[in-house]
């Protein structure tokens, strides 16, 4: 009677915990709802600012004559006979990149309209608040099992998610041009935690033997991470395909819908989402390629085997695999731009199967926690 006790205050406490944890799942889901309305106020008001755009390629256009004629660079004044010669510098030109064209970055979501941007900034904000509230649910999750809160699909779900926004607002502590991506991005989570609370949650529970491990904390973390990170990535390079086609279309004479030039026009040139993409992807790489070994060296505590090309593992390797040709296409010239930006979304959909499709499709020895 003295040991059940303490076991089922215990138990009272982890259920409490666990109910803590839900509630604020669902509450940061609803933050996440209105972030959701005010990036399409955002944009919606941004689509009427036809003179806050037109304002900002005029910027753009005094922005690039400055910048002309810094290139060109200062007269030279030269002695001659007695008197003085002025010479102005021979103007330098920079030629691109072929296959590249010179389209300065559109304004972004709010299109130059002050009451878009007013929008924009409490979207941001809500999204900030909704990211704690989800931290909060996914801490008060670890706290009632105990462990990592890593161990089952539902977990991994809106640990995956709080990573992606966290993501998403560092990038805009550090002053990245990537506030476009609040709506794609709040339109996913939101959908990634209603399937999180429908279809894959599972109620709290400790892991198996395997699973007992540090290796958990750090395998799984650096997989959440770059996962996030790729997420990211993918975004700006189906962004990048689509203000491609709208760049290519416009340079060849022809006239995209309203819809189109509404909302394409105001994001970053084609140029700036493939760079973007790039450097996103190349900087977890490596990440990745550690989180394969990480899970490698697990699997030999674990199992007594490094690689037993279990379905989890193979994916892994695909995934690796996929990723590592797309970084090669894109330092390659003649696979730059679209070809190297299908490969991408290639090796993002590879990552997606060996999350979705290996866990729940297929069986190994990672199928232990069920979904």
């Known amino acids: 009677m003295t ?56 910027t753009a256009e005094k922005n690039e004559k400055k910048a002309a004629a810094t290139a060109q660079g200062p007269a030279v004044t030269v002695k001659s006979a007695g008197g003085t010669a002025v010479l102005e510098r021979p103007k330098v030109v920079v030629r691109s990149a072929a296959g590249s064209r010179d389209v300065p970055d559109g304004p972004g979501a709010h299109g130059g309209d002050e009451q878009g941007d007013l929008y924009g900034r409490i979207a941001i904000s809500l999204t900030a608040l909704a990211f704690l509230v989800e931290l909060g649910g996914v801490v008060a999750r670890a706290a009632s099992v105990e462990r990592a809160p890593w161990g089952n699909m539902y977990e991994f779900n809106i640990t995956f998610s709080t990573v992606a926004v966290g993501v998403y607002l560092a990038l805009l502590a550090l002053k990245k041009n990537v506030r476009w991506l609040g709506l794609f991005l709040t339109t996913t989570v939101l959908l990634d935690l209603g399937l999180a609370v429908t279809v894959l949650y599972t109620a709290s529970d400790q892991l198996v033997p395997a699973l007992h491990s540090y290796w958990l904390y750090i395998h799984v973390s650096t997989a959440i991470l770059c996962g996030a990170v790729f997420y990211v990535g993918a975004v700006g390079t189906l962004l990048y395909l689509f203000k491609d086609s709208y760049e290519s279309k416009v340079a060849a004479g022809g006239k995209p819908g309203r819809f189109a030039t509404s909302v394409l026009e105001r994001l970053p040139a084609s140029a700036s989402l493939d760079k973007f993409s790039y450097r996103v992807n190349a900087a977890v790489f490596p990440l990745w390629t550690f989180t394969i070994i990480a899970g490698a060296i697990w699997a030999e505590s674990a199992w007594g085997r490094y690689w037993g090309w279990d379905p989890k593992e193979t994916w892994a390797f695909i995934t690796w695999v996929a990723y590592a040709c797309y970084l090669h296409a894109r330092s390659t010239a003649g696979w730059k731009g679209r070809k190297a930006a299908y490969i991408a979304l290639i090796a993002f959909a590879c990552w997606l199967f060996n999350y979705y499709g290996v866990n729940i499709f297929v069986g190994g020895k990672h199928s232990y926690a069920g979904v």
């Open 3 to 58: 040991l059940a006790a303490p076991i089922q205050l215990a138990s009272a406490t982890n259920e409490h915990l666990a109910h803590i944890s839900n509630t604020l799942i669902y509450s940061a889901m609803a933050v996440y709802t209105l972030a959701f309305f005010a990036y399409i106020a955002e944009w919606l008001f941004g689509s009427r600012s036809k003179v806050g755009r037109t304002a900002a390629a005029l």
